[in-house]
């Protein structure tokens, strides 16, 4: 399976402002996936990052919001924009397999707190 | 559209007893289907997967789950849970492609009591 870096692994930052998270993988893959994971709940799927495209967003989230870079297959960033307290929440990033379908293995995410 | 339910919140266990959680699945088509791991504070942790071939699929610390179309399930089995395996279990489903994005279950939270 790939390993995924992910970082920043926490930050804590303040309301109105923007966090760019990055996502490094140590292998070509076609996609890579960017979620959520609020306080004791389950992962939420933002959005789907294809190289060479715009990302695809899932229903309640938005670009302006979640803007996110694909420049290449080995690498993703997804920033988080004007930032308020309801956005606290885990960040984690996966890959989407590839060829042969060995991947989905996921970041260790980015603990986001807005102040 | 494809969902995934996990319909037992919170299981408690006794250490060494034996373990199964629950999983069903929506779709289509037969999914790939998958179980993750989370202990506190940590990072997923993919336990097992499947895509084809045999319903019972090995994974790692001694974990099986058995794919069982007519039932629409993915349970999860341990034949003798230590307490370490403490932890929130999540189940995930997704398309029949590799590159498909995968939607979670809203988890299972397994205790062990000593």
């Known amino acids: 399976s790939a390993v995924i870096s992910q970082k920043p692994s926490r930050d804590i930052c303040q309301r109105g402002t923007s966090l760019t998270i990055q996502c490094q993988v140590d292998s070509q893959v076609t996609m890579m996936f960017w979620y959520r994971q609020q306080p004791g709940q389950s992962l939420t799927l933002i959005a789907t990052a294809n190289q060479g495209s715009e990302a695809t967003y899932e229903s309640g989230f938005v670009i302006d919001k979640f803007p996110i870079s694909r420049p290449n297959l080995t690498f993703s960033t997804l920033t988080v924009s004007n930032m308020s307290p309801e956005d606290s929440s885990i960040y984690l990033c996966?890959?989407?397999?590839?060829?042969?379908?060995?991947?989905?293995?996921f970041g260790s995410g980015t603990r986001l707190t807005v102040v | 559209a494809q969902s995934v339910t996990q319909p037992d919140i919170h299981i408690t266990v006794s250490e060494g007893a034996s373990l199964e959680l629950r999983c069903n699945y929506s779709?289509?088509?037969?999914?790939?289907l998958f179980w993750y791991v989370q202990s506190p504070g940590q990072g997923l942790q993919l336990l097992l997967k499947?895509?084809?071939?045999?319903?019972l699929v090995q994974g790692i610390k001694g974990f099986e789950a058995e794919f069982k179309r007519s039932q629409s399930s993915f349970n999860l089995r341990k034949p003798s849970v230590p307490w370490s395996d403490a932890a929130e279990y999540f189940c995930a489903v997704g398309g029949y492609s590799s590159a498909s994005k995968i939607i979670f279950g809203s988890g299972t939270r397994l205790s062990i009591r000593p």
């Open positions: 499947y895509f084809s071939g045999d319903t």
């Open positions: 779709y289509g088509a037969t999914p790939y």
């Open positions: 996966s890959d989407g397999g590839g060829q042969g379908a060995q991947g989905y293995t």
